[in-house]
C-alpha cells in the first residue's frame, strides 16, 4: 500500500471538525500549534480502543468513531475542563474508504457538538486500534480531582447507571437475546456529561466518570481522597429499559458495571442545594445516592437492610471490563 | 489477567521520568493537569510504532522505549519547540515486567535528556503497539514551518544521512551482513535535534525532520512553500561508517532512505552567516547542500554533473518507509 493513501486519509481528515481559532496550525506540519487561553490550565487524556478488546471485529465504524472520542471526552467531563482539540492514531489493516467515511463522521458529529479540532495525529498499517487523545481548557484551582472528597459530602450520580453493562450482557448472552435499542445506545454512543462537568467545576469536590464500575470508580475516589463511603443502593437511578432486567439479575450491572460515561461525584453539604438547583436548571438528572464517611471502603445498603463492605482490596472484583 | 496488574503498570510508569513544576497533576485521575508558561505556543505530535511495521517482533524493548519517544521529540525539534510533557499509550499481548522495566528505562533516559515528564496514557491488552504524544512549547511566531521557505534561501542539513537507512538495509540482507555498530545505533537509538531545533527558532525560514528520507521530506517543505529546490548530491554529509557502502550502493540510501531524523532546514541569506556560527558554536554539525529556487520540484545535481529532477508527484516513489 502506498504511503501516499494514507496521505489521502490525513488530507479528509484535515477538514473533519470544527475549525476553532486557537488553532495555529492543524494537521500536516511536524506538529499542530495551538494558542492556550490565559489563566487556564490544559487537561489532557488519551485513551486506546483495540478490536477484540474494547469492540468486537466488524463493529459499526460510526459508533466507534462516537466512542473513540466520547470516552476521552468523558474524562475530560470528569475534570470539569471545556474541550479544545483531538489528536488521532489511527491504526488500520488497510485503507477501507467506506469504513473510513462512517468512523469519520461519527467521530466528526460528536465533535462539532462540543467543538472540538482534531489537529494532528498519525495514520498507521497495522491491526485495528484506535487511539485519541482530547486537551480541555479549565481554570486554576476549578479542575475536578480524585481527591477532594470530605466526610460530610454527599455522593451524586448523573443519568441512569447501568443500561450500558446491561446491553454488553444481553449481546453476550446465549441463547441470543433481543437488546433493547435504547440499552444498546447507551453502550455504543455513551453521551459525555462535558456540559454538567463544567457546571460543577469549582463546585463539587471529587469526581470520576464511571467507567469501570461504580463500586470501582467510587473505590478510586475513596482511596485517592482518603476516606469512606456508604452507598443506598436502592437510590442509584435505573432507567425504564433497564428495570426489567434487574428484577432478574439483581444489582451487579448496576454496581459494577461499567462503560456508562456518567459522572460521580461529591458535593460539600453547605454549597449542596445550590448545586444541585443549578444541575437541574441546566437539565442535568442528578440524584444522591449516598454520602462520604470517615474511614476506608465503600459501604453498600441494600433495600432490604443488608449491608455489604467492600475494601479497596476487593473493587477491583466489581470491574467486569 | 486481572486490570489490576495493567494498574501496577500506571503506577511503575508514574515516576518513571523527571518531575516538573509545571504538572500540577500526572498520571492518576481523570486528566492531566498542565500550566502553560505565558506567551507560548504549544506544540504536540502523536507517533506510533506498531510491531511488524515499524519493528521486528522480539525487537530490543530498551531501544523501542528510546525510538518511540525519539521520533516524536524529532518533530518538537523539528518545530523548534522545547519538550516538555508526553504521553503514552502502550498495547500489550500480557504484562511482561522484564519487557516493560527494559522499554521504560529506554523510554525514561531520553526523557531525563530532555526534560520531559510523562503525565497520562492509557495500557491495554492487544497486539504490540506504541503511541507517544509529546508536547512542547513555542515563543508566538518563532516555530518552524514547512510553509516558509524562499527562493535564495540556503538549504542546510544536520549531522550526516543515511546511516539508518543502511542499518536497515544490511539487517535485511540476505545472505546475512554484519551491522556495524554505528549505523545500528543510528537506526534504533535516533537522536532528535531538539537544541539545534530550539536554536533555529525564529531564524531559519522553514524545517522539517528527515523521517521519510532527504527527497521526500524536502519535496514536502517545497509543496508547503511553493518552491523549488536545487541540491547538490555531492554535499550530502555521510558518516564515516556509510562511506564505504555508498561505493557499492549509490546514492539512494542517503536520497531515499528514512529514519535519520536529523533537520532539514531553509536559512534566508541575510542571516545565513549567523545562524551557521551559532550552530557551529553550539557543537551542531550543519551543511549546506543547496539552494531554494523558484519553481517546483527538486533538482538533484550529482558530483558528475548528471542532473535529475524530480516532480513533486514523484516524491512518494523516494520513500522507503
Not at 474524562?75 to 488497510?94: I, K
Not at 467507567?211 to 443502593?233: F, K, M, P, Y
Request: charged share 20%; hydrophobic share 45%; with cysteine.
Amino acid at each position: 500500500m502506498p504511503i501516499s493513501e494514507f496521505d489521502l486519509i490525513r488530507r479528509f481528515l484535515q477538514h473533519a471538525t470544527a475549525q476553532r481559532e486557537d488553532v495555529v496550525l492543524g494537521i500536516g506540519d511536524d506538529c499542530a500549534l495551538l494558542d492556550m487561553p490565559p489563566g487556564r490550565q490544559l487537561a489532557v487524556s488519551m485513551d486506546t480502543l483495540v478490536e477484540g478488546r474494547h469492540f468486537v471485529p466488524g463493529a459499526d465504524p460510526a459508533a466507534l468513531g462516537h466512542k473513540a472520542l466520547a470516552v476521552n471526552l468523558s474524562d475530560l467531563a470528569a475534570m470539569g475542563a471545556e474541550p479544545a482539540w483531538a489528536t488521532l492514531s489511527l491504526t488500520l489493516p488497510g485503507p477501507d474508504s467506506a469504513w473510513l467515511e462512517s468512523f469519520v463522521a461519527g467521530f466528526s458529529a460528536l465533535a462539532a457538538i462540543h467543538n472540538l479540532q482534531l489537529v494532528g495525529g498519525d495514520t498507521t498499517r497495522g491491526p485495528l486500534s484506535i487511539t485519541v487523545q482530547v486537551h480541555g481548557f479549565v481554570a486554576a484551582d476549578s479542575a475536578l480531582r480524585r481527591d477532594g472528597a470530605c466526610p460530610g459530602d454527599g455522593i451524586y450520580i448523573s443519568g441512569t447507571i447501568g443500561d450500558a453493562a446491561l446491553a454488553l450482557g444481553l449481546m453476550q448472552s446465549r441463547p441470543k437475546t433481543p437488546v433493547p435499542e435504547a440499552l444498546r445506545l447507551r453502550l455504543d454512543r455513551p453521551t459525555p456529561r462535558t456540559m454538567l462537568g463544567r457546571l460543577l467545576a469549582g463546585k463539587a469536590s471529587a469526581a470520576i466518570d464511571v467507567s469501570d464500575g461504580l463500586v470501582a470508580d467510587l473505590g478510586h475516589v475513596c482511596t485517592s481522597s482518603g476516606v469512606a463511603a456508604r452507598i443506598e443502593v436502592g437510590q442509584i437511578p435505573v432507567s425504564a429499559s433497564a428495570e426489567g432486567y434487574l428484577e432478574q439479575l439483581g444489582w451487579r450491572p448496576v454496581l459494577a458495571g461499567g462503560d456508562d460515561y456518567e459522572l460521580l461525584f461529591c458535593v460539600p453539604g453547605d454549597v449542596e442545594a445550590d448545586v444541585v438547583t443549578s444541575c437541574r436548571e441546566g437539565g442535568h438528572r442528578v440524584t444522591l445516592i449516598g454520602s462520604v464517611e470517615v474511614g476506608a471502603g465503600v459501604s453498600l445498603v441494600y433495600p432490604d437492610g443488608r449491608v455489604s463492605r467492600e475494601t479497596p482490596a476487593g473493587f477491583d472484583h466489581f470491574m467486569d471490563t
